[in-house]
């Protein structure tokens, strides 16, 4: 038979191995609700709603390529160069009255007068002289920008016949509407300063956009719901009342 003091260290034992077994499995369950926890984050995150409906990131729309990282500052670098450089461009037409064919002509005589410099004092310096690119465009390049241009032409042809047609009223009253709120725009602000102005917001916006993307999600979901409503109340009130729209909407 076990003595006294033998039953009692079994005893301590057993105890010992039930907390420990009871710290591992709540430790286990914690980790788990904790890891459940973070994919359903995840996943409401990922099924979150984006503006116009996107479903692709940001840089995945706007091509994936160079461009999209210019637009989107990848490069803090090159991109601020960039947006200098067109700022210092509006600068000197806008600001200081420089035109575009005597900044043309200067450019092309600065340019010019450093490669020949350099050309004729390579040997004197013990440098290489400078290598030009061989910018020829071949005919399969120029075949591909005309079937662009042709292509893009006939379908602003083909809009503006539809418009005119008189078969989509409410085509046509957008239509009018967005011009005559570019001509308004246009009235406020010269041709190279509105350029400046779209490039502009084109090429800090998207940024802008990617860094506080949830925010301007909701903003946007928003603001899109109400001008649904306004629509529809728009709708009831006066273009149902339109004989050519009502009879399309019953067709």
């Not at 904790?34 to 091509?63: E, Q």
């Not at 005589?109 to 310096?125: D, E, G, R, Y």
Request: glycine content about 6%; charged content about 25%; overall charge positive.
């Amino acid at each position: 038979m076990m003595s006294e003091g033998e039953e009692h260290g079994s005893l301590l034992e057993k105890i010992n191995d039930k907390i420990h077994e009871f710290k591992k499995g709540s430790s286990s369950s914690s980790s788990s609700d904790s890891d459940d926890d973070k994919k359903h984050h995840h996943k409401s995150k990922s099924k979150k709603k984006r503006l116009f409906g996107r479903t692709n990131p940001l840089h995945h729309v706007l091509g994936g390529g160079k461009a999209a990282d210019l637009v989107l500052w990848r490069d803090k670098q090159t991109s601020g160069s960039i947006l200098a450089g067109v700022t210092v461009i509006w600068l000197l037409f806008e600001g200081i009255g420089y035109h575009l064919l005597t900044f043309f002509c200067h450019s092309l005589m600065v340019f010019l007068t450093v490669c020949f410099v350099w050309a004729n004092a390579a040997s004197f310096i013990n440098r290489g002289p400078p290598k030009f690119p061989d910018a020829i465009l071949s005919e399969v390049q120029c075949l591909k920008i005309a079937h662009i241009l042709r292509k893009e032409i006939n379908e602003a042809f083909l809009t503006l016949r539809h418009v005119a047609s008189g078969k989509d009223l409410k085509t046509y009253l957008m239509t009018v509407a967005g011009l005559w709120f570019v001509s308004i725009i246009g009235s406020c602000f010269s041709f190279l300063t509105l350029s400046y102005t779209i490039f502009l917001m084109a090429y800090t916006l998207p940024m802008l956009y990617e860094k506080y993307e949830d925010e301007v999600d909701v903003v946007g979901e928003k603001a899109l719901i109400e001008l649904k409503k306004q629509y529809a109340v728009l709708d009831h009130k006066l273009l149902s009342k339109i004989p050519m729209l009502a009879e399309k909407k019953q067709h």
